[in-house]
């Protein structure tokens, strides 16, 4: 049964900002159309894991919906690997059923812990958007329910359909999904690691490793500026095929079971790690059969790992840039953040390719996108991202607003030229702070 509104505090994954709500949990799909007409009073937002870093998962003072409590998988067809669930239900969840009968999902984030709706709702990414595009891809149709119409099925086509993937919750609520799933011939890929010494090398790594990998992803050294300016370990990797469909085990690791104080993330300790990180990961075999868990998800390994940046919380900044300036723009966004001293123990660079959901607000374009953490230092932290900024929005990027925290209102609009689409669209009742901040 739907619990009742219960006034809670709130934060996403970032931790900067924690600010009450009214929030209700619906149990079961019935229990749904009464908590959204109760937007009609009280401006809504529908959330699930609340694992975005900023505020588009915030609606400060007003209603949330959590939607963890609707987690059913209500058709999967094993044969042709059709899938419908829930919106609350996680990819930690779909997996252990999907994996073992041979199916995974087309494109996956960086942690396993999210809902299906709100994967569509961010239209996330993965490290094979070259070959098979964003989440939104292979969504087949989708429920959504609003509070100025009935619920209704959306299909690819429909422009609201289009403005609902990566729409961040703001078109309505997802009440459940139906996807194509895609074969796998085991649980484990035969993944390579390449050290490079510089940003030219990456790019040119990248460029040799389109065609024959599906999976492709780097970490980079942002500490280290010199002749180590840019320096990383790329991962390229395919499927193995050797029948072996293991899913993962449990709900993650060990715990972080307390904030770390002030400063523990520094200059110093930023850099030693990324030095220390950078000569174990050229140790051992180049190539290993490695489980898709550890591969694609390294963080879930150490549950509430946030906290390590602590109790100030942290800002994530990623920004892509078209394929076009890539190279030099990387260059100089790199050499800001090693002079800065700020940056974070594992900074991601890959590529992204030219298929696109057509979600009006997904953040994918072709190009490269660069993605690291930023302990939140207050004032220090803002000027560095806004120097950041100038560098992406002369470049013709952008930033991706499930990891923004403080993104300018005519940034985000630059970067995101159907917006007013979008606009038009939106549920006239559903609302966020990001919203809120970046729109008038």
């Known amino acids: 049964m739907t619990r009742a509104r219960t006034r809670l505090d709130y934060t996403s994954w970032g931790r900067v900002v924690r600010v009450p709500h009214e929030v209700v949990i619906p149990g079961f799909l ?17 959330v699930g894991m609340r694992r975005s870093y900023g505020d588009s998962v915030i609606n400060n003072g007003n ?3 959590d939607m963890t409590g609707l987690d059913r998988l209500m058709a999967f067809d094993d044969t042709t690997g059709v899938l419908r669930c829930e919106a609350g239900a996680t990819i ?9 009968r041979g199916w995974f999902l087309p494109t996956t984030p960086g942690t396993r812990f999210v809902t299906l709706g709100g994967a569509v709702a961010n239209d996330v990414h993965g490290k094979n958007h070259h070959r098979v595009g964003s989440m939104g891809c292979s969504v087949r149709s989708l429920t959504l329910l609003r509070t100025d119409t009935g619920p209704q099925r959306l299909y690819p086509g429909d422009p609201l359909f289009h403005a609902t993937i990566g729409g961040l919750g703001l078109t309505g ?19 390579e690691r390449i050290p490079y010494g510089n940003i030219g090398e990456f790019f040119s790594i990248a460029r040799e490793s389109t065609d024959g990998f599906e999976h492709t992803v780097s970490w980079i050294d942002c500490a280290n500026g010199g002749h180590a300016l840019g320096r990383g370990i790329f991962q390229r990797a395919n499927w193995c095929h050797d029948g072996v469909l293991e899913p993962h085990r449990g709900k993650g690791g060990l715990a972080m079971p307390f904030d770390l104080p002030a400063r523990t993330l520094n200059s110093t300790t930023i850099r030693l790690f990324n030095t220390l990180y950078n000569r174990l990961q050229q140790c051992g075999p180049h190539i290993q059969r490695t489980h898709y868990a550890p591969f694609f998800y390294p963080l879930d390994s150490i549950r509430n790992w946030n906290r390590m940046y602590g109790a100030t919380g942290l800002y994530q900044y990623q ?6 300036s890539a190279r030099h723009v990387v260059e100089d966004l790199v050499r ?14 890959k590529t992204f390719g030219s298929l696109s959901a057509g979600g009006y607000l997904s953040f994918p374009m072709e190009g490269a996108t660069l993605a690291l953490d930023f ?18 929005a002369e470049a013709g990027g952008r930033l991706y607003a499930a990891k923004d925290g403080r993104m300018p209102a005519p940034m985000f609009q630059s970067g995101y030229p159907d917006w007013t689409r979008m606009q038009e669209l939106k549920d006239p009742a559903t609302s966020s702070d990001f919203w809120r901040r970046v729109s008038y």
């Open 30 to 46: 019935d229990e749904l159309p009464a908590c959204v007409h109760a937007g009609q009073k009280t401006p809504l937002l529908a």
């Open 63 to 65: 209603l949330l919906i």
């Open 92 to 100: 930690d969840e779909i997996l252990q059923v999907t994996v073992p």
């Open 173 to 191: 609520v997802i009440a459940d999904v139906e996807l194509a799933l895609t074969p796998i011939g085991s649980a484990f890929l035969d993944v």
């Open 319 to 324: 920004c892509v840039i078209p394929m076009a």
């Open 336 to 349: 800001v953040i090693a002079a800065s001293g700020a940056g974070s123990f594992l900074a991601v660079l």
């Open 375 to 392: 302990a939140n230092r207050g004032a220090e932290t803002l000027h560095l991202m806004a120097r950041l900024d100038q560098i992406v």
